[in-house]
């Protein structure tokens, strides 16, 4: 077969798929996210993305029976032909339904499969397959692609397919006829049939429609059914090799004793996998992107089982060395006339010198990668005197400017570019061995050594003249030179075991040694520390060159040695010889650290007996000259990487960078250029590995799978390149996750064990630090928290190399690695104390906040509305950035939340309202995001600036001038993300009073807002509404910026340079002026002086350097310096008052300032009117104070406001902290966390690091993990996900703020309501009306989810003939409603639990899934019930439903169990254990029918119908002997019964949230984050409650309360109803979106309360006494539930009413 020059596959074989070598080097990346999906919907179905209701609606049209049309027929003669055909087709059916039922029975008895391939049944399975592909069609025309698969009747083909495969004849029979089918089908032999079978639904987006086409799907369904089926062989057959490697199983030997059967099963699974690539590569099918989507999906299931199987069976199958079919690329150089007798290299001029000693010519070549020239040709002609003596070798200097021929006694010398050479005859002895100088040793002299018998000759050579040195060794007889490789050292090797070291710089002699046997040969280390003697069948002996310059023998390798060499490369003290035997090269690591030398083996490889050894690509190959063969290995792991075999014997070969191995064999008239480079090399790791890990080594030579080799090669490059199209996409959200086809590659790169491939540059194995490669970073942590998680999942230890920042490892911490000692309980209940309890664990303890000044508008809390000393504020412990601005407070957790309070007009504190808050609240459209810098002005309308983790930036307050960024000078009240700053990476922002500043990651500075007096730096006084980078600074990278009243300072990122602009009064610019300025201006005074940071006030500026000292100029009475020391406030001045202190950190408010010294000490200045400087008084203070009250409070941080001021005690957090490394130690254990009250709490710190480290990678690569139902059964396809305790452990920032996230970006923002919906709820006389929940559901599941997704009323109920306006309380009373007809089973949608029906176990009064609601309108209603769900997360209404915990297991994607079914049913649990150990009460055969009423293999489903447990179960009797199996399938059943209405609910639930998120989520999260907590918490109600007309003193609201207390919970559900319409209150306080109000009205004395539900509002008339109070107030909750009595809204909507829209 032909090859094409840069590939290693048949050019047939790439034409008959479609393909070219120039294809497959250059892979284009799959075009699927090119429509937005925010909410991953696509990723739950990659064949059939669209989650349309037409699946469920569409009914097809019914075909008349045969028979009815037989009838039909006019003629008589057609009615005979036609009812034979009748006849014809029901002897078809018969003989169809006998073959399915003989299916069956292989469920039951699967050791039948066998006898029933007998009678032709498995040849008859492609048939069968078709037939039943096409009825599913027939009747669901719209069914997809994944729902084939969940058919009862696809199911049995599976499950005999799975059978057959344990008999090799029938696996290989399969395996045979799908690989047929996909390579015809790839190389378009039947191309009608098979095109188009898959294809994209145009979108491009992953939303990919699987046309079910009988003729054309049933191929891919047949060998996805065989894929599976092969595959779970594979892993029954390494489950008994487990059990045969501990003698455990008599039918694992049996299995054992045929390894030829299993070699046999493993090359299919080869077959079965390079047809599978086939078809994804293929010009006839690649087009589709589902094909090579599912292309991926089936190597994903295959090659990780080849990779398990090659290591299971290790010890019985060939172990052939690794060899990639890399041909390689050879060029020979024009050829000679006569046979070449030598050649050398010149690597610094690429030159290439060959001799002919019998034509008597020398020619000197130069090579380029792409070409070969000749330079020059010199004809050999030796003087009268030396004629007939023969020239026999050539060598050419290092510089390549000479080359040396040697005959004889003659020395030929030739300058590469002077066609006359110079002729020299050293001795009348021959030249034994001549060497020039490896490097150049001073001077312009080149420098070469050569040795007769007995004398030795070092001289320098300038063409015309040459100084000879020789030293004769009377008695010794010299065999071998060897310069060290920078000629420091010149070593020559005597006849006797002496050798002698030379100076290589001055030629004398430095040291004589005896060594204990003759040397032959000599090798140099790379620094020219060590020299190794070779010693032939006498070993080797390594010796250490001395700082004396003496040899020290510090080595022996006591076995035969012929050939040795040090590796190029070393790390250190790190080195690596590696020396051949007989037919073995062993690599040694060797290291010298401490002055020892410890040698350890790292591989052996068995080798024939090489001529040459030598390294190259930088120590990474090895290359090996046995024979007439040319073998490399790879010195990573010591593999075979190729080889290449010439006609005859080599002669020799040499390496040249760049270029390859040039090579020359005996006789022959010309040399060989082999191409290699490091990059090649890198290539083929790829392919190394793969073949590697697959065990198929030994298949490369005999049945190459030439498209699985073609996929390993082209792996790297195809999903480099699709990381890289994605990336961009995912960056800017507009798709939720990574494409599933990326999700696959990564799964089957780190199963192929790839990943240390890419993130390390490639290094020798004895090397051990790795270098990273930045660009593949996300891969990294990826594999991590693979391996991480699936580690956990499996209960196995983590390694000690995990790498957790901070985790210190120790005898004391080494227990918290080892995942058995600790139960998913204890793991949960660390998790929940820090989640619970975070100020425990700070660092440096809890933190501690106190504050001062003003805080009449609860900016400083509830407790405390005016302070002149610090105060502390315990409800602020949780802050780690404190942020103040214009009479509000915000601060950042550790966690990147974000709390606020304080005056809310403009809608400052981003609540979506104007309303003051005196309670820190969150501002939830940050709650997906983890803030780590933010910024507030401190006058003017108030406005606000946050910074994300990923360099984002939110901006809301008041938008005047532009100043939020949007483009508009519109207010946001709500944080709203700022467009034009995507793509930037955002380190830090400052908010002025009327402009605003950004500093991005590479140094750009961007300016929006209010342009007057230059405040902008942008050459002008125009406004901003856009951010526009300053371009003045363009050369500069700017730090940091700080934005005043009207003038703006920046720092340079080194400190060393400050520039500013805007207004110039009072020389607050400090330039020495007041004049103003347009376009930065660098401060002259502190250019280089070090500055940390650069703070603008009003009209003051102050700077603070990297040495704590404190500059400040502008307005005099703000700069801290006494009157005394002021001498030019335009200039920047030293605050005198700090000049013994070292300040470390500072803030300005509006016009005072805060500093903290480096000992604790906080000192203020400025302005004092609301006692902001917290010194006890509000009188005007000269200079700068101390304020000793916070002495000795451990503050480390200050910030000031308008008016009030703040200090903390949290530690400043490092840039590069992540949430492993600031953990504080907590001084004891909660008593409520009991699982780990003995634990030591530094083990318990060292736990939390581990799993917080976990938390962070999972939480870096999210977008990455894949997750597929299907594939369940396939143990390695399992992803640890599925693992509880994996999720329980995983931080609650993992587990919601990416939901959250996304949520918060699909919300639709400025409508208060969605569509609007009508509701009849009366009833009359003639006619009740429909369930609430039929009414609703029937018109949402026709709009479009898109109308649904907002932050309140999702949509808007019109009671028809009720006096209610919904303004939100009506929304909330429906829902109320639905979900009471639910539990009441007015729909049929839930059922109640077995174990509530029969009143026995645990969940009695919870709810389970209908599994008989089936019909088209009951997945309608399935459907709407995601929606419902997904409406209360993003609402934040919880929903009062009781639902089992089966079913928000299977929400969460969580398999379910035996366990988890006996939660709902443990009499069925106890039936089934009963049934399958009933030999053990003493039943046998004859008895069991006496005991056992069931007969047939069909059980009672969950709610009581009686139903098959396999498909034709009503037909299968349950024996004695397959009572197991019974037990075994009815469990089955029960886990699966209720699947496709959990796959509607999901539907409906991904078209309102991210559904794929909820893989992150344990079921006890998703509850409470749906259903809020079952209790009503009066803890939280008082912290959400506020008051009107009254205040927390009124004798009203204090009995109010105590009422509260006696009531039940009960009674205080009903409370909720009545004042809100809902009956829960969400789990987190966070998510409570409005206040509870309390007011009093001046109704009549002693009356009944009222409410309204819109405004969650509770009106109380006054009341005589308590008792009276409690009495009216039980009534109105549980006897005044109607909406509006008073019919005012009645009326209303009865004027306004129109013909089309009747009130009834």
């Not at 009377?474 to 030379?502: H, Q």
């Not at 069948?537 to 700082?547: M, P």
């Not at 009341?1663 to 209303?1692: F, G």
């Amino acid at each position: 077969m032909t090859q094409s020059p840069n590939s290693p596959y048949p050019e047939p074989f790439l034409r008959s798929f479609g393909m070219n070598v120039k294809r497959s080097t250059s892979p284009e990346p799959l075009q699927i996210l090119e429509s937005p999906d925010p909410l991953g919907e696509a990723s739950l179905d990659p064949f059939s993305g669209d989650s349309n209701v037409e699946v469920y609606q569409t009914t097809p049209e019914r075909t008349p029976a045969l028979c009815e049309q037989a009838i039909a027929i006019k003629l008589d003669d057609d009615k005979i032909k036609a009812m034979q055909r009748v006849i014809e087709t029901a002897q078809v059916l018969a003989a169809r339904e006998i073959i399915g039922h003989m299916m069956n029975l292989v469920l039951i008895y699967p050791e039948q499969a066998s006898a029933l391939c007998k009678f032709g049944i498995v040849d008859s399975l492609q048939p069968l397959l078709h037939h039943t592909v096409y009825q599913l069609q027939l009747n669901n025309p719209n069914i997809k692609y994944r729902q084939l698969f969940e058919q009862p009747s696809i199911k049995s083909i599976y499950n005999i397919t799975k059978e057959c495969c344990q008999d090799t004849q029938l696996f290989s029979g399969l395996v045979d006829t799908a690989v047929a089918e996909l390579l015809s089908a790839s190389s378009g032999t039947n191309v009608n049939i098979l095109e188009s079978c898959m294809r994209n639904s145009g979108s491009g987006n992953g939303d990919i429609t699987m046309e079910i086409n009988a003729k054309r799907a049933v191929s891919f369904v047949f060998c996805e059914i065989i894929c599976k089926a092969v595959t779970i062989e594979l892993a029954r057959l390494n489950t008994l090799s487990a059990c045969f490697g501990r003698g455990e199983s008599s039918k694992a030997k049996e299995n054992f004793s045929d390894p030829e059967s299993i070699e046999k099963k493993i090359d299919g699974v080869v077959r079965l996998s390079d047809a599978v690539t086939a078809a994804g590569y293929s010009k006839y099918l690649a087009g589709s992107t589902a094909i090579k989507y599912w292309s991926l999906h089936m190597l994903n299931l295959l090659l990780p089982s080849l990779k398990l199987t090659s290591c299971n069976y290790s010890s019985i199958l060939p172990k052939d060395q690794i060899k990639i079919p890399y041909p390689i690329s050879l060029t020979n150089i024009d050829p000679s006339n006569s046979p070449i007798t030598s050649f050398d290299i010149n690597t610094a001029k690429n030159f290439v010198a060959i001799l002919c000693s019998s034509d008597m010519f020398v020619k000197i070549w130069s090579i380029t990668p792409n070409k070969y020239r000749r330079v020059a040709i010199q004809e050999y002609a030796p003087s009268e005197g030396d004629a007939g003596k023969v020239g026999s070798f050539i060598s050419l200097s290092c510089g390549g400017e000479y080359a040396a021929v040697v005959a004889g006694t003659v020395i030929i010398l030739y300058r590469c570019d002077v066609s006359q050479p110079t002729q020299m005859e050293l001795s009348k002895n021959p030249i034994v061995s001549w060497e020039w100088s490896p490097a150049d040793c001073g001077g312009d002299k080149t420098f070469f050594a050569a040795i007769t018998e007995s004398q030795l000759y070092i001289g320098s050579v300038d063409f015309n003249v040459t100084n000879l040195v020789h030293t004769t060794l009377d008695g010794t007889k010299l065999t071998r030179i060897g310069w060290s490789r920078n000629a420091k050292y010149l070593v020559a090797l005597t006849s006797s075991p002496e050798v002698i070291l030379l100076s290589g710089q001055s030629q004398c002699i430095l040291h004589v040694v005896s060594l204990p046997e003759v040397s032959s040969d000599v090798a140099w280390s790379a620094d020219e520390v060590f020299v190794a003697f070779i010693a032939g069948n006498h070993g080797c002996f390594i010796a250490k060159v001395t700082s004396e310059s003496k040899l020290k023998i510090i080595y022996r390798i006591n076995e035969s040695v012929h050939k040795g060499c040090w590796s190029s490369s070393k790390e250190g003290d790190s080195y690596s010889f590696v020396y051949c035997t007989e037919d073995t090269i062993h690599t040694l690591a060797i290291s010298t650290k401490h002055e020892t030398f410890d040698v350890q083996v790292q591989y052996t490889i068995s080798c024939g007996k090489p001529q040459q050894l030598f390294f190259i690509c930088n120590g990474l190959v090895l290359v090996c000259v046995i024979g007439n063969t040319v073998v490399l290995y790879s010195m990573e792991n010591g593999w075979l990487i190729q080889s290449h075999k010439f006609h005859t014997t080599i002669s020799h070969v040499r390496w040249m960078d760049g270029i390859g191995l040039i090579a020359h064999v005996a006789g022959a008239k010309d040399v060989s250029i082999m191409r290699y480079s490091v990059e090649l090399y890198e290539k083929q790791r790829t392919v190394l590995q793969g073949i590697n890990v697959l065990g198929i080594s030994h298949l490369i030579s005999t049945s190459p799978p030439h498209a699985l080799l073609l996929f390993l090669k082209r792996f790297q490059k195809t999903f480099s390149e699709q990381y890289k199209y994605e990336r961009p996409k995912i960056s800017c959200y507009d798709s939720l996750t990574y494409s599933p086809y990326l999700q696959l590659l990564c799964s089957l790169c780190c199963r192929l064990d790839l990943t240390p491939l890419y993130i390390h540059t490639p290094r020798p194995s004895h090397i051990t630090t790795k270098a990273q490669r930045p660009e593949w970073a996300w891969l990294n942590s990826y594999d991590r928290a693979l391996r991480l998680s699936s580690t956990l999942a499996a209960g196995k230890p983590f390694t000690e190399d995990i790498q957790a920042p901070g985790f210190i490892m120790d005898p004391n911490t080494k227990r918290s690695l080892d995942n058995s000692s600790w139960n998913e309980e204890a793991d949960r209940e660390i998790m929940r104390w820090i989640t619970e309890y975070p100020q425990h664990w700070q660092e440096g303890g809890q933190c501690e906040v106190y504050l001062c000044g003003d805080g009449r508008h609860g900016q400083m809390g509830e407790s405390n509305r005016f302070s002149l000393t610090p105060f502390h504020q315990p409800d602020f412990s949780e802050a780690q950035l404190t942020i103040l601005g214009n009479n509000c407070t915000f601060i950042v957790t550790k966690h990147g939340a974000v709390y606020g309070c304080g005056e809310g007009s403009y809608g400052r504190l981003g609540q979506g309202n104007s309303d003051d808050l005196h309670t820190l609240t969150a501002i939830s459209a940050l709650q997906g995001y983890v803030i780590t810098y933010m910024s507030t002005s401190r006058g003017s309308d108030g406005h606000s600036l946050a910074v994300t983790e990923n360099g984002e930036v939110f901006s809301w307050g008041d938008g005047d001038y532009g100043k939020l960024g949007h483009g508009n000078s519109e207010r946001q009240r709500r944080p709203r993300l700022i467009q034009a700053l995507q793509g930037e990476e955002v380190t830090q922002v400052s908010c002025g009073f009327k402009h605003t500043g950004v500093v991005t990651s590479d140094g750009k500075l961007y300016m929006f807002g209010n342009g007057d007096y230059g405040r902008l730096g942008l050459s002008s006084t125009s406004n901003k509404k856009m951010p526009e980078q300053v371009l003045h600074l363009n050369n500069f990278k700017i730090g940091q910026v700080s934005c005043g009243l009207n003038h703006t300072l920046c720092v340079s990122e080194d400190g060393q340079r400050v520039w500013s602009f805007g207004d110039g009064d009072y020389g607050k610019l400090g330039l020495g002026s007041t004049v103003g300025k347009c376009n930065p201006t660098e401060i002259e005074a502190l250019r280089g002086i070090g500055v940390k940071t650069a703070l603008a006030g009003t009209q003051f500026s102050v700077v603070l350097t990297v040495s704590g000292k404190v500059y400040s100029f502008g307005q005099e009475r703000m700069l801290g310096i006494p009157e005394q020391y002021a001498t030019n406030s335009t200039i920047p001045q030293l605050v005198p008052d700090l000049d013994g202190e070292n300040i470390i950190s500072i803030d300005v408010g509006a016009e005072h300032v805060v500093a903290l010294s480096k000992t604790g000490k906080v000192f203020t200045w400025g302005m004092n009117n609301e006692g902001q400087l917290g010194v006890g008084h509000t009188n005007p203070v000269q200079g700068v104070v101390h304020v000793a009250a916070l002495d000795n409070q451990g503050v480390n941080q200050v910030a000031a406001g308008k008016s009030h001021t703040a200090f903390w005690t949290a530690a400043v957090k490092s840039p590069c902290a992540t949430s492993s490394t600031q953990l504080g130690t907590p001084s004891q254990i909660p008593s409520e966390y009991r699982k780990i009250q003995h634990v030591d709490i530094k083990l318990i710190r060292a736990r939390l690091q581990i799993l917080s480290h976990f938390s962070d990678l999972i939480y870096s690569s999210w977008r990455l993990l894949s997750y597929d139902p299907r594939f369940r059964e396939v143990n390695w396809l399992d992803h640890p996900l599925n693992s509880l305790h994996v999720r329980s452990v995983l931080a609650p920032r993992v587990q919601m703020l990416p939901s959250m996230r996304a949520i918060g970006r699909t919300m639709i923002q400025g409508r208060t309501y969605g569509p609007q919906i009508t509701v009849h709820r009366l009833s009359t006389p003639d006619k009740s009306p429909q369930p609430i929940y039929s009414q609703i559901s029937e018109q949402v599941i026709k709009l479009p989810p898109g109308d649904l997704r907002l932050p309140s009323r999702a949509w808007k109920i019109k009671l028809i003939g009720e006096g209610a306006d919904d303004a939100g309380g009506v929304f909330d009373d429906t829902i109320t409603e639905m979900c009471q007809e639910l539990e009441k089973e007015v729909i049929p949608l839930l059922s109640k639990t077995p174990n509530g029906v029969s009143s026995v176990g645990y969940n009695k009064d919870k709810f389970v899934i209908n599994p008989s609601s089936v019909t088209p309108e009951n997945l309608q209603q399935y459907m709407f019930l995601g929606i419902l769900i997904g409406v209360a997360i993003r609402t934040r209404k919880p929903l009062d439903i009781h639902l089992a915990p089966t079913v928000w297991k299977q929400l969460v994607s969580l398999p379910l169990t035996g366990f988890d079914i006996e939660t709902i049913d443990s009499l069925f649990i106890s039936s089934i254990k009963g049934l399958s150990n009933i030999d053990k009460q003493g039943v046998n055969e004859e008895s069991f029918h006496n005991v056992i009423p069931i007969e047939r293999f069909h059980i009672q489903s969950s709610n009581g119908t009686l139903e098959p447990i396999v498909p034709g179960g009503n037909s299968i009797r349950l024996t004695f002997k397959n009572r197991k199996l019974f037990s075994h399938h009815a469990l089955q059943f029960r886990i699966n019964e209720s699947n496709l209405q959990i796959g509607a609910i999901l539907d409906g639930l991904a078209s309102i949230i991210p559904v794929p998120l909820l893989r992150f989520m344990t079921p006890d999260a998703l509850e409470h984050w749906v259903c809020g907590k079952p209790e009503i918490d009066l803890n939280l109600l008082q912290k959400i409650v506020r008051y009107r007309d009254m205040d927390r003193q009124h004798y009203l609201v204090q009995w109010f309360w105590r009422i509260m207390e006696r009531f039940s919970n009960d009674d205080r559900v009903a409370l909720m109803r009545f004042v809100s319409g809902r009956s829960r209150l969400p789990a987190d306080i966070a998510d409570v979106s409005q206040r509870f109000q309390v007011m009093k009205t001046d109704k009549c004395k002693d009356g009944l309360p009222t409410s309204q539900t819109c405004f969650f509002q509770l009106r109380l008339p006054d009341y005589s006494t308590e008792s009276i109070m409690e009495e009216k107030l039980r009534y109105a909750i549980h006897n005044c539930r109607s909406i509006d009595m008073d019919n005012y809204m009645l009326a209303r909507n009865i004027e306004n009413s129109t013909l089309d829209d009747p009130i009834i």
